[in-house]
């Protein structure tokens, strides 16, 4: 009885803790004064942010939040542990503060009598290498997020929190964002107030070396691409270049028919220093390409679908959004269930408008659909256990952290499994229609409403199917539903449009592309393994021939039929062994360990293709035709 009797009293106390410390949920309140985020980024050297933040406040007991969820990353990762330094003070004088043990991102303070504000100090320690997460400061540019380095109170709503914030920039540099500035005193820019959500959904990108390009000359609604480089002549660009990114934003126009901001401004950083991005905002977006996006233009054209996927996010995202992924404040657990819809009917839209505005060529365009098909055809062998509806707990499950066999593990593939399903509802649309009703006419009914609306307009499934339904009357929850729940193939959509999926013995430009930038040799289709060309396995595929003969990621091949190691020595031998049958026979290193592996395969080389289906109607080049 003893022992119960102090269980129970300690299982009371812990209970009572908790409820005194819980933070104060947000309530839909004005919120008094003005919240100042001053931030010094002058400390380039050293990658440190100094953070001032000024929070309007009354005497007694007050919680001071560290942004968790974060929009966009759709996961509880808001960086705390650059946060460094602490100092909160009221009048001048320090005030002790308590982080809540439950809540490691609310931190609790006494506001004394007299004081209508407190003063929180600290450092946002930004990373030194990419070891410690995505670098965002570097000699010539910076990436500031106001999330990462602000503190907000507790209790209120953050869109009714009004904000103003201020950054001093090394001397001399230049910046973008898509907020409003006030004035300019020297190297510190001071912005004009708004939301709290809204500053925290305009980023700045700061730099020595930079160029904006007008996108739409002469519009009310101004869009720019911002452009910050390593170095000045990474900042030239073709007239030919910026008419294709002219033309994404018409085709954007066209396909929605409304527009959700302002202004738009477009922030792109060339670089091989700062950490890569590509991360959607209502009124801006932070992206990053090679150095030779524009100097070496068809050797980069590989990433040209990451600004149509970003400004599509004004729509599909940011403007509308899940109805759980929509929150009081960045502190409330998000729920990511409809990311099928944001992020990938967002892909589906970013190679189409690639394809619409020339950033791609059509051909450029096919083969990239025919490795996405490939990847859910024969290189997610992790379907027979998940279905692409549960990757959409992948942001909180694993937050983008490597994994050992990521396509039987899978990772977030509501991205490009996603866009394979939208791709299926294209042709089923087209052909309940006859042909005359396609995806278009659900982009322009479901994101073109309310031209200049700012204010955030969740979604449901069943608002999905409703719009469905209003363009072809079909059960397109069962359709959905099987496609995001089953464990089957998701590539029924390129039968509809006229095309098949096939595999060859070349691959196609995109795939050979997509090996040049990772430095491998690709035989996942076939033999079951990617190596680079040092030999390091990068990937393996489960339960093909590589994987059951012993192979895993990490290990290393030191030789190839008893010669030194190379990666297109690795495709002769795949090729000749499907008339050669004796097996290929590897040395292979794991840890201290070598071993020799034998893999009895004589498929031959395996790469996706489309071949067009005779007698049908190429519905695909009616979706990437420009409109």
């Known amino acids: 009885m003893k022992l119960r009797a102090a269980v129970l009293s300690v299982l009371l106390a812990a209970t009572a803790t908790g409820v ?36 309007p406040a009354q005497p007694g007991p007050l919680t001071l939040l560290y942004p968790q969820w974060l929009p966009g990353a759709h996961s509880p990762s808001g960086p705390i542990d650059k946060l460094a330094g602490l100092v909160v003070t009221a009048n001048g004088k320090p005030l002790a503060w308590k982080r809540d043990p439950y809540n490691v991102y609310a931190f609790t303070v006494d506001v004394p009598q007299g004081a209508n504000e407190v003063v929180a100090n600290f450092n946002f320690l930004s990373s030194q290498g990419a070891g410690q997460g995505r670098v965002v400061m570097t000699p010539e540019m910076l990436n500031l997020q106001w999330n990462a380095n602000s503190l907000y109170p507790a209790g209120v709503i953050t869109r009714n929190i009004q904000a103003q914030a201020s950054v001093t920039l090394p001397p001399g540099w230049a910046y973008a964002t898509a907020l409003d500035t006030e004035r300019r005193d020297g190297d510190t820019v001071v912005f004009k107030p708004i939301s709290y959500d809204h500053l925290v ?42 008419q294709a990114h002219r033309a994404l934003v018409q085709q954007m126009y066209k396909l929605y028919g409304a527009r959700h901001f302002d202004r738009y401004e477009f922030l792109l950083a060339l670089t091989s220093k700062l950490g890569g991005i590509g991360l959607e905002h209502q009124r801006s977006s932070e992206n990053s390409g090679d150095t030779g996006y524009f100097t070496e233009w068809d050797k980069t054209w590989l990433g040209r679908d990451l600004l149509p996927h970003e400004f599509n996010h004004s729509w599909n995202g940011k403007y509308r959004r899940g109805a759980d992924l929509t929150t009081a404040n960045f502190n409330v657990p998000m729920g990511d269930s ?19 505005s020339g950033l791609w060529s059509t051909d450029q ?32 499950i694993a937050q983008r952290r490597a994994l050992a066999f990521r396509n039987y593990q899978m990772s977030e593939d509501y991205y490009s499994g996603g866009q394979m399903v939208w791709l299926d509802v294209e042709g089923k649309l087209r052909a ?21 609306d700012w204010n955030v307009n969740p979604y449901t499934f069943d608002e999905v199917v ?26 029924g959509g390129l039968e509809a449009a006229g095309w098949k999926l096939v595999y060859t013995d070349t691959p196609n430009d995109a795939f050979k592309a997509q090996e040049t930038r990772a430095k491998n040799t690709n035989l996942l289709y076939s033999l079951g393994v990617a190596v680079t060309d040092g030999g390091a396995i990068t990937d393996v595929l489960w339960d093909s021939p590589a994987f059951n003969a012993g192979l895993a990621p990490g290990m290393s091949v030191l030789a190839l039929n008893g010669r030194v190691f190379k990666g297109e020595d690795l495709k002769d031998a795949v090729a000749a062994a499907k008339t050669d049958k004796a097996p290929l026979t590897l040395l292979v290193r794991n840890f201290d360990r070598i071993d020799t592996i034998k893999l009895d395969y004589h498929g031959g080389l395996q790469y996706p293709s489309l071949q067009r289906i005779a007698g049908k109607p190429d519905r695909l080049a009616e979706l990437w035709k420009a409109r």
């Open 201 to 242: 959904d305009s980023p700045l990108f700061a730099g020595r070396h930079y160029q904006q390009f007008d996108l739409d000359p002469g519009a009310k609604v101004p869009v720019h691409l911002n452009v910050f480089a390593d170095d000045a002549k990474s900042l030239v660009a073709k007239p030919e270049q910026l």
């Open 466 to 491: 409703s719009t469905l339904n209003g363009i072809a009357p079909y059960d397109w929850a069962s359709f959905l539903r099987e496609r995001l729940d089953g464990h089957g193939p998701l590539i």
């Open 365 to 396: 365009t096919r083969d990239m659909l025919a490795n996405v098909a490939a990847t859910y055809d024969r290189g997610r062998p992790g379907l027979a256990w998940r279905n692409l509806q549960d990757t959409t707990n992948d942001p909180t």
């Open 338 to 356: 409809l990311l099928w819809l944001y992020e990938g009917q967002t892909q589906f839209w970013g190679h189409v408008l690639a394809a619409r």
């Open 20 to 55: 005194h410390a819980q933070t104060p949920p947000p309530q839909d309140v004005a919120f008094p004064g003005t919240l100042r985020i001053d931030v010094d980024a002058r400390d380039i050297g050293r990658r440190i942010f100094k953070v001032k933040a000024t929070v």
């Open 432 to 452: 309940l229609t006859g042909n005359k009703r396609s995806i278009d006419d659900f982009a322009k009914a479901f994101f073109g409403m309310h031209d200049g």
